[in-house]
């Protein structure tokens, strides 16, 4: 009789590691906003940009990418979105913000003035020559 309760000791065990390794599993899955893709890819370029950024500061990186311009400004609605002015200078680097820049980056539902052209419109931003 002794010999079938440690049999059922470490069948305990074995069932209670088990169900808290399916337990960090679920936190990780579901409450941490952790994603496996991003694990899978993490030594790809930009890997898990599209979780950590807005997409409109994405898509200004991949409109000044496309269009292979040097140094850009932003217009003054988004210059006072500080969220965006930040993330758009540390992501777009080496590209540079200059104020004197030709180059401008407008919402998609702002106005631009008569004398400017747009290069390039997305979903969310459009670049504009003035």
Known sequence: ????KIIDAKKLKILFIIICSLQIFYLFDSRSNFKIEIFKNAFSKNAGIIYALSP?????GEIL????????????????????YQ???????PIRIKKDSNFI??????????????????KYIKLVKC
Request: glycine content about 2%; charged content about 25%.
């Open 105 to 122: 980056i407008y919402s998609i539902n702002e106005s631009i003035l008569n004398t400017c052209i747009i290069l390039e419109t997305g």
């Open 87 to 93: 993330r758009s200078i540390e992501f777009n680097y």
């Open 1 to 4: 009789m002794l010999d079938y």
């Open 56 to 60: 409109s500061v994405v898509e200004s």
């Open 65 to 84: 990418i496309k269009t292979k311009i040097l140094n850009f400004d932003l217009s003054n609605e988004l210059k006072k979105d500080t969220y965006f």
